[in-house]
């Protein structure tokens, strides 16, 4: 029985994995933080559903044609001329990541 | 002997008309509601008894909900996020009619004579006008600030003369929109600037002031005169100092004025802006604990509370309108959304969201009185807001 094909495409799948997120997953019960944070403090202005509000919708359907790293900058960074504040006082860069890789996903409950 | 007999009938007749007449009747005005946020349900409550008494729910996205009463304070319309107009019946605590009446809506009001119902919506931008009783569509008002350019409608409220006072978050105008003919509303436009974020209408309904995100100050427009134009208050209060990050927008209603003055929330800055309410020049301001979400008066406009934008949205201050200063500091709960005080202000409820409770403060010991659980509690919306103009 030869598998030899197997564990090279094992070893893909899984670096492609890891190499998504490019840095550690949060926690577990960080991820609950950040889903409750987006939930409801960022549902402030994007809505509690994500559909948007003062600020744009933050659905997957919205977000695919926007590049990661700019998503990102603009959780950390903010947004000048928009009401959108700089998060970087409650959120490192690889929990931005984390976000936005779920916001592109859909967002967990 | 035969007189016994005579009261015993009696009392048979007395029970037997309180059996046919089923429910007691009961006024409305001590009568309120309690959004829970995230499952889409309100919790219908008693401020007299300082109790739940019963639960609606399918009413959609209530983050940000808000509620308006009719005339006769027995029906509640609730606007939901999700663009949901739904109109309760307090009394029977059912459901009468819900609709779904824009993709993305922010609030709404009703009209002097309680025959409109009034929504206002981000998406598509513009009002939309309804008849109180049916739910019908009676007109609308997209808000297209220039050709193909719509704005995200932002502090609507009822102005004498069955008219309805907004701002254009993306358009930078104050409308004032006249119903007189709920079908054919005519609409007066005038410049307030940059990224108005809420409005309110003073409770004589004279002054409605348009707060401004992209600039220092407040647009205020005289509806009296509005020939006038809307014109800058406290221009420049930042004195050209950076501001600090928003991570939540104030709100603002027509509790903003209390002992001559109106008390209104800075934006970026840790301070409640006080305006003198004849001259509208800056009296001073209050150094508080965050920045200022809602800034309101007790009914007697002795008190001004605060609550406050994440990261400090635990804590409550209360200013006395008399010495301009905090006087207490408390902590209800985790993410402190709202508050509302009973028609007289004898106690305050707030809700705490994170706690999945609301408080039931004294207003004069500041002593906690009692709790009701709700389910991420947001707005308490109490019918005595039936009566008031702005509302």
Redesign the interface.
């Known amino acids: 029985m030869s598998n030899s094909g197997f564990p090279s495409v094992l070893t893909s799948l899984l670096l492609g994995c890891f190499a998504l997120p490019a840095a550690a997953e949060p926690s577990a019960a960080r991820q609950q933080e950040l889903i409750?944070l987006v939930r409801?403090?960022c549902?402030?202005?994007h809505?509690?559903?994500l559909?948007?509000?003062?600020g744009p919708a933050l659905l997957p359907a919205t977000l695919a044609d926007k590049p990661v790293e700019g998503l990102v900058a603009t959780i950390i960074g903010?947004r000048p001329?928009t009401?959108m504040?700089?998060w970087h006082?409650?959120l490192a860069e690889d929990e931005a990541q984390w976000i936005v890789a779920k916001l592109m996903a859909g967002f967990p409950q | 002997m035969r007189r016994g007999l005579q009261t015993l009938l009696l009392g048979l007749v007395a029970l037997l008309l309180a059996a046919c007449a089923g429910a007691p009747l009961r006024g409305t005005g001590d009568l309120g509601l309690v959004i829970e946020?995230?499952s889409g349900h309100v919790t219908l409550v008693n401020t007299s008894s300082r109790e739940a008494y019963a639960r609606i729910g399918g009413l959609g996205?209530l983050?940000?909900a808000s509620v308006v009463y009719s005339r006769d304070a027995r029906y509640a319309f609730i606007f939901g996020?999700?663009g949901g107009l739904s109109k309760i019946d307090l009394l029977e605590a059912r459901i009468v009619k819900r609709i779904i009446q824009s993709g993305?809506a922010?609030g709404g009001s009703i009209s002097q004579d309680g025959r409109i119902v009034v929504a206002q919506n981000?998406?598509p931008g513009g009002i939309k006008a309804f008849d109180a009783d049916t739910l019908e569509l009676l007109s609308e008002v997209p808000a297209e600030y220039a050709p193909g350019r719509f704005s995200?409608v932002?502090g609507l409220a009822d102005v004498p003369g069955n008219k309805f006072a907004y701002a254009l978050?993306d358009g930078g105008e104050i409308w004032v929109s006249d119903f007189s003919d709920p079908r054919k509303p005519v609409t007066q436009r005038y410049p307030a600037g940059q990224?108005p974020?809420d409005g309110l209408v003073t409770p004589n309904g004279r002054h409605y002031l348009a707060g401004l995100?992209?600039e220092d100050g407040i647009a205020l427009l005289d509806l009296w005169q509005p020939e006038l134009g809307a014109r800058k208050i406290l221009e420049k209060y930042g004195r050209g100092e950076e501001k600090l990050?928003?991570?939540?927008?104030p709100h603002l209603r027509g509790w903003s004025v209390a002992a001559g003055r109106a008390w209104l929330p800075a934006i970026g800055r840790h301070e409640v802006l006080v305006a003198d309410a004849a001259t509208w020049q800056e009296t001073g301001r209050v150094a508080v604990k965050g920045q200022p979400v809602f800034v309101m008066a007790s009914p007697d406009g002795r008190q001004i509370w605060v609550n406050f934008a994440?990261?400090d949205n635990g804590w409550v201050q209360v200013i006395d309108t008399l010495s301009g200063k905090v006087v207490q500091t408390l902590q209800p709960g985790k993410?402190v959304l709202h508050m509302e005080f009973t028609p007289r202000g004898e106690v305050v409820w707030i809700s705490a969201?994170?706690d999945n409770r609301v408080l039931i403060y004294d207003t004069k010991s500041f002593r906690q009185l009692g709790s009701l659980a709700a389910e991420a509690p947001s707005g308490i919306f109490f019918s005595s807001r039936a009566a008031r103009i702005g509302f």
């Open positions: 409750h409801q403090d549902g402030s202005c809505g509690m559903t559909q948007g509000g003062l903010g001329g009401p504040p700089p006082r409650f | 946020r995230a996205d983050s940000h996020r999700d993305n922010i981000y998406t995200k932002v978050f990224q974020y995100f992209g990050p928003v991570f939540k927008m994440f990261p993410a969201r994170d």
